[in-house]
């Protein structure tokens, strides 16, 4: 296997440098084009509920804590019924069916927290907020139909995302410049590993072990 000279390497990407630019700059204007083309705009909205003492006027004893931490889970699933996502659909005029909703409805529960979390994502960030909130409301009714409680409280309202979750231009675009370099560098070695012409006078000595009597200098037409 023949040796490779990390010097004479060295210099050989040192002299490509401007290829390794021009192709980051050429991937990362490619993949952001692809980026505003294809992806469509993603915006997440998010109000949690927390599960409170039925009896506002007494105090919150230790058996309504359990039994609001046993009721977690199951109210996370209640959120994502269709007796909870059928009247959002109804009450907002959504274009969505009922799994579609669901498949953008997220749930999810504090640890060692009655507090539960709804999240919303959808294409307009004004929509996600509307839905996420409906959700909350008629969560709490239909808790109090199915279990005659009234434990339910919003904590936090949703309100709108200034920014889509999907799209992330720094990240994308650390990806791209990342994918470039390992695609250029890894051609230019491929180049320099497999280019077997002498350059240079050095190289005749040193790979080939003759000595230059002599070196006919190149002269460019006028």
């Keep these: 296997?023949?040796?490779?000279?990390?010097?004479?390497?060295?210099?050989?990407?040192?002299?490509?440098?401007?290829?390794?630019?021009?192709?980051?700059?050429?991937?990362?204007?490619?993949?952001?084009t692809y980026t505003v083309v294809t992806r469509v705009p993603m915006y997440r909205s998010d109000t949690t509920i927390v599960l409170v003492s039925e009896n506002q006027t007494e105090s919150y004893n230790s058996t309504e804590l359990q039994l609001n931490k046993n009721l977690v889970?199951?109210?996370?699933?209640?959120?994502?019924?269709?007796?909870?996502?059928?009247?959002?659909?109804?009450?907002l005029g959504l274009e969505y069916n009922y799994s579609e909703l669901k498949s953008n409805v997220n749930v999810s529960s504090v640890t060692n927290a009655e507090i539960i979390r709804i999240t919303v994502g959808d294409k307009d960030a004004q929509v996600?907020?509307?839905?996420?909130?409906?959700?909350?409301?008629?969560?709490?009714?239909?808790?109090?139909?199915?279990y005659k409680l009234n434990n339910v409280?919003?904590?936090?309202?949703?309100?709108?995302?200034?920014?889509?979750?999907?799209?992330?231009?720094i990240k994308d675009n650390v990806i791209y410049a990342g994918i470039a370099i390992m695609l250029?560098?890894?051609?230019?070695?491929?180049?320099?590993?497999?280019?077997?012409?002498?350059?240079?006078?050095?190289?005749?000595?040193?790979?080939?072990?003759?000595?230059?009597?002599?070196?006919?200098?190149?002269?460019?037409?006028?």
């Design 1 to 32: 296997m023949e040796e490779i000279d990390l010097k004479e390497m060295f210099d050989y990407f040192k002299s490509k440098f401007l290829w390794i630019i021009l192709a980051i700059v050429v991937t990362i204007i490619v993949g952001n």
């Design 73 to 91: 889970g199951t109210y996370s699933e209640i959120i994502k019924s269709r007796r909870v996502l059928e009247p959002v659909i109804e009450n």
């Design 128 to 146: 996600a907020t509307s839905i996420a909130n409906e959700i909350a409301n008629v969560f709490s009714i239909e808790v109090q139909k199915i």
């Design 153 to 169: 409280s919003v904590v936090d309202k949703a309100v709108d995302s200034v920014k889509p979750y999907n799209i992330n231009y």
């Design 184 to 222: 250029s560098c890894g051609i230019i070695f491929i180049k320099f590993y497999f280019d077997t012409t002498i350059k240079t006078g050095e190289e005749i000595e040193n790979k080939l072990g003759l000595t230059i009597l002599g070196i006919v200098p190149k002269v460019e037409k006028e």
